[in-house]
């Protein structure tokens, strides 16, 4: 358990939102093509997806590799924009606001999904899920000005 609490920790300094970016996904997706979509690094931590999406502007596909929060019962998924604390939106949600369909690979499995962009008491309801899930988010809000965006993806 103090492992955890180290990592929630160390995820929510301003040094880590400065590397993290740059590293921690270009390692999951190493990781990820290397063991054929059954190990992310990140996941060791959180739960974790590859996300591929439809660029926003390039309609190319995007591979993103993503914490998750599952929902229980097996009904989706909640994927956070946090961006590490960082002031803007990742690419990534503007890619889902412009394409809601997208495909995740979920431990080895891809699954088609639609996402599902969550505002008012839903959201409320489920920041506070993901609060007590991972509560380095906190932080994160509270260094930005903008509302974190949070998405629920739902399989088609």
Known sequence: MIGVR???KVSS???FAKVAPHVIPALDRAVHRL???KVLLSAQMLP???LTSTGARSGQPR?????CMPESGGRGWILVGSNFGRTGHPA???????HPDAEISWKG???AVTALLLAGEERAAVWQELLAFWPPYATYQARVEREIRVFR???R
């Open 153 to 155: 993806l739902v399989p």
């Open 63 to 67: 591979r993103t590799p993503l914490a």
């Open 48 to 50: 974790g997806v590859i």
């Open 35 to 37: 063991t054929r979509g």
């Open 6 to 8: 180290v990592v929630q």
């Open 13 to 15: 300094t301003r040094g």
């Open 92 to 98: 990534w949600t503007a890619n889902l606001l412009a």
């Open 109 to 111: 499995t891809d699954v």
